[in-house]
């Protein structure tokens, strides 16, 4: 069985930094097929795609993010990371982790290409 669980959020100012991270049991992080992305869901809106890592290590990100958020992992220690920098007040939003297998997908940053998903982190940005 899947499992995803992410660590906490947290309440940051604006231009300040946190880490996410994602830890997975009954899914290898690293292993070949295996992709996984972080999403956010901010009030009155629908879930968008952040981050993406494929197992070969590409990454694509939305532009929205790109420059200030960096997606990761550790296969030794089987958790997705997401580096977020330059936090603004716009970033703020209940924070997903999610993975898949099968293959990187055309559109990664799609909700609807994840079955797995964690428990969901707020990340408050104040100006």
């Known amino acids: 069985q899947v499992q995803l669980v992410q660590s906490r959020g947290g309440l940051v100012q604006s231009g300040g930094s946190l880490r996410l991270s994602c830890a997975a049991s009954?899914?290898?992080?690293?292993?070949?097929?295996?992709?996984m992305g972080w999403f956010r869901q901010a009030p009155g809106k629908e879930r968008e795609g952040v981050a993406s890592?494929?197992?070969?290590?590409?990454?694509l990100y939305a532009n929205s993010v790109k420059g200030r958020f960096t997606i990761s992992r550790d296969n030794a220690k089987n958790t997705l990371y997401l580096q977020m920098n330059s936090l603004k007040p716009e970033d703020t939003a209940l924070y997903y982790c999610?993975?898949?297998?099968?293959?990187?997908?055309?559109?990664?940053?799609?909700?609807?290409?994840?079955?797995?998903w964690g428990q969901g982190t707020q990340v408050t940005v104040s100006s």
């Open positions: 999610a993975a898949d297998y099968g293959g990187w997908p055309s559109a990664p940053l799609d909700p609807i290409k994840y079955n797995y």
């Open positions: 890592i494929s197992s070969g290590g590409s990454t």
């Open positions: 009954g899914y290898s992080v690293g292993s070949y097929g295996n992709y």
